[in-house]
């Protein structure tokens, strides 16, 4: 008997047109159903319930959009859908309400310190911890069930109020002094075990959540019935809003990611590197559909013009290339910005013609990544993206510049990393368990290479500081408690020159080169280290950013740190101390084989901040270093173009992505600026593959050098993904 895969499994492109109130109005249902058609759409997600009801509900205080009257458009489009053999998602947005329901219901409503009630433009945001998420909520989503039997559920804000507001309503109160033995706290005190426990069962009751939804979705419209909500690519958003990844995806079956916001640090490739964490958690044989606004992002958001089709395809194609499908979005259903109609039928065409090669498929790469939300947490307190996210940031981007292949890793994951990876990178990753420490040293202890930054290790579980950093006995070194610089900017005083820092590196080759000599300069000694190849021609790098200073025992101190002078005037710019024994980069090899490097100067974290080019080179440097001489595929794309690798039966598919931008405005691009050419270096599996590019059609020529296919792209648009096939035919 032939087993049908469920919906989930099965539905690789989506439409929303997500309706607004006056648009049981101007609804145009011949039209819609045409856009779907021509573009190769195989799921709807449809405006239900929430805030505003699309149908005429029997709940009174479900209030109807201002134009629906007794029209039930929601039930309309619900049946469009099925006669076009889609899939339909009911959405809802359930976080508010109209007054007239706080008024009948005035403690279903979030309360500040001061007992008022917490308000959203003209709403009321509502409490997950009262009974409108756990009886109100479920009655509606039975209702839509019984009415239009749609196959799963999302919600946009399901997760309710953020971190950045604690909520004194009588439900939250009673509820968190009952589980926790806790008052509720009065500030945001990391230092606070109130406050931290507020944390930790804030989360809890998001998972809780999660899973009761899924019981009233399943309980009513049977197995297949799930409810997804919707989460973010942006790790620190979900922090904010209390969403446990690793918990929520391990009972998931589906992402309905909504990850449309853009910022200053990444650019389209981190829609790239949100697919690939996701994934990982997730796992790689489900699914994940993102948002794609076909109306203007930015501060502020323009939710009616059309987003230029170069930004779109950048996003979208980034996406693909970390495993995301394309789902459009609209903001109403009638534009007179008719532009952006034309974007997505090219674009998901293409995605239909080639989903072969874009779905069920592992990826593969030399190095993993390490994050968790923990760190972020206790780690990054006030400030993660300066203390914990930029660090990671910085490393994902001197890879991609570096043309290093890599994947996000969990740190609850490390246990595993042995089997997939060749190189572990702990970016400031301070908080680890006890566990997670013994993971990594039984990495190194088999072979694996092991670089960290900053404070690695400093942290418990809990966020208390160790006696000892966890890792100072695997790289023979000790911190002093004492260190140079600020891991916050804002730290940083900007009246003096603080930040005007540097690093030397070992040994100094000033004496090798043409130009003035500095006579209390070392003779040269030998030769650079590979971790800072490519920098002969200098003894000096900039930094500027934070150092802890450290004790070194075997280990190679490849950097030392030159303190700050200063700049203005520059008459008193010199260097009142050249040369200094703190150490900033350290390197060491193990009898097992591993190789070890601890850059204690932040250059992930300065890299992510001030993109000093020389940061990316040591970096990526070090991880080639790591890796050893036989790495799983590298690019040489001056750092223009991102790649991954993944591998199906018979083949490998290389995705590669256009990382150029010319717009200062974070995610805006008017136009698509083509790069090339591109060098590839992919380990041979196979004898004689035949090697097509499935954007272009051309067949590549190839040969092979030391085990590796190398070839060349002449140029990429936008992307490119290249088969090499082991069968010639197919």
Request: aromatic share 10%.
């Amino acid at each position: 008997m032939t087993t049908v895969a469920p919906w989930y499994r099965t539905t690789l492109r989506w439409a929303q047109t997500n309706l607004t109130e006056i648009d049981p109005e101007r609804y145009d249902d011949a039209w819609w159903r045409k856009h779907w058609r021509e573009t190769s759409v195989q799921g709807a997600i449809i405006n239900a319930g929430g805030i505003v009801a699309y149908y005429p509900s029997k709940f009174e205080l479900h209030h109807r959009a201002e134009r629906l009257g007794d029209r039930d458009l929601y039930g309309q489009i619900v049946a469009s859908a099925r006669d076009e053999g889609l899939t339909v998602v009911a959405r809802m947005d359930s976080n508010r309400v109209a007054e007239d329901f706080f008024r009948a219901h005035p403690d279903w409503v979030c309360r500040n310190i001061d007992g008022e009630p917490i308000t959203a433009a003209d709403k009321w945001v509502t409490c997950i911890n009262s009974p409108y998420y756990s009886d109100y909520l479920p009655q509606v989503i039975t209702e839509i069930i019984d009415r239009s039997h749609p196959d799963g559920f999302a919600d946009n804000s399901w997760a309710g109020l953020p971190r950045t507001s604690i909520c004194y309503c009588r439900h939250c109160t009673d509820q968190f002094g009952r589980v926790t033995g806790f008052d509720l706290p009065r500030d945001h005190d990391w230092d606070s075990e109130d406050y931290r426990a507020w944390v930790a069962w804030n989360y809890q009751r998001r998972t809780d959540l999660w899973d009761l939804n899924n019981r009233v979705t399943t309980q009513a419209g049977g197995s297949d019935c799930l409810w997804f909500g919707m989460l973010s690519g942006d790790v620190l958003n979900n922090s904010r809003r209390f969403i446990n990844l690793r918990q929520i995806l391990a009972r998931s079956e589906l992402i309905m990611l909504d990850h449309q916001h853009r910022n200053p640090v990444d650019g389209f490739e981190q829609n790239t590197e949100a697919g690939k964490r996701l994934h990982e958690l997730l796992g790689w044989d489900k699914l994940i559909p993102e948002s794609t606004p076909q109306y203007q992002l930015g501060v502020p958001a323009f939710r009616v013009a059309a987003m230029p089709v170069a930004e779109v395809r950048l996003w979208a194609t980034a996406g693909f290339a970390g495993g995301i499908q394309p789902w459009w979005h609209h903001i109403g259903s009638r534009h007179d910005d008719r532009r952006q109609y034309r974007t997505a039928a090219p674009l998901f065409g293409w995605h239909r013609d080639n989903s072969d090669i874009l779905v069920d498929r592992t990826p593969i790469a030399d190095v993993g990544i390490v994050w968790s939300q923990e760190n972020h947490d206790l780690a990054g307190r006030k400030n993660p993206a300066e203390r914990t996210l930029d660090p990671y940031r910085g490393v994902v981007r001197a890879l991609n510049t570096a043309g290093i292949g890599y994947l996000p890793l969990h740190a609850d994951d490390l246990d595993s990393a042995r089997n997939r990876f060749s190189v572990i990178v702990l970016p400031n990753i301070a908080v680890l368990t006890d566990d997670q420490l013994t993971a990594i040293r039984s990495f190194a202890d088999r072979g694996g290479s092991v670089i960290i930054t900053g404070e690695a290790g400093v942290l418990d579980e809990n966020g208390v500081h160790r006696d000892a950093p966890g890792l100072a006995e695997l790289f023979d070194l000790r911190l002093s408690g004492r260190s140079y610089g600020a891991q916050n900017l804002a730290d940083f005083d900007i009246e003096t020159h603080e930040r005007h820092s540097y690093l030397r590196l070992a040994p100094e080759l000033r004496a090798r080169f043409d130009g003035p000599t500095d006579v209390s300069a070392p003779e040269p000694n030998g030769s650079r280290h590979p971790v800072l190849a490519e920098l002969d021609e200098t003894d000096l790098v900039a930094f500027g950013g934070y150092l802890p200073i450290a004790e070194v025992g075997s280990g190679d101190v490849l950097a030392t740190f030159v303190p700050d002078f200063p700049i203005f005037p520059p008459e008193t710019s010199w260097m009142r101390e050249p040369r200094t024994e703190v150490p900033a980069i350290i390197a060491r090899e193990l009898p097992s084989g591993a190789r070890l490097v601890w850059l204690l100067a932040d250059l992930d974290r300065c890299y992510a901040r001030d993109e000093q080019p020389d940061h990316a080179v040591i970096i990526g440097n070090a991880v080639r270093w790591a890796i050893g001489d036989e790495p799983s595929f590298e690019i040489q794309s001056s750092g223009l173009v991102s790649a991954s690798l993944y591998e199906q039966s018979g083949r490998r598919i290389l995705h590669l992505t256009n990382r150029v931008t010319t717009s200062e405005i974070p995610g805006r691009q008017a136009h698509l600026v083509p790069v090339g050419p591109i060098r590839a270096r992919v380990k041979s599996g196979f004898p004689e593959p035949r090697i097509t590019s499935r954007v272009t059609g051309a067949e590549l020529t190839t040969k092979v050098e030391n085990g590796y296919l190398v070839f060349e792209i002449d140029q990429l648009v936008d992307h490119e993904v290249i088969i090499i096939d082991d069968r010639p035919d197919r």
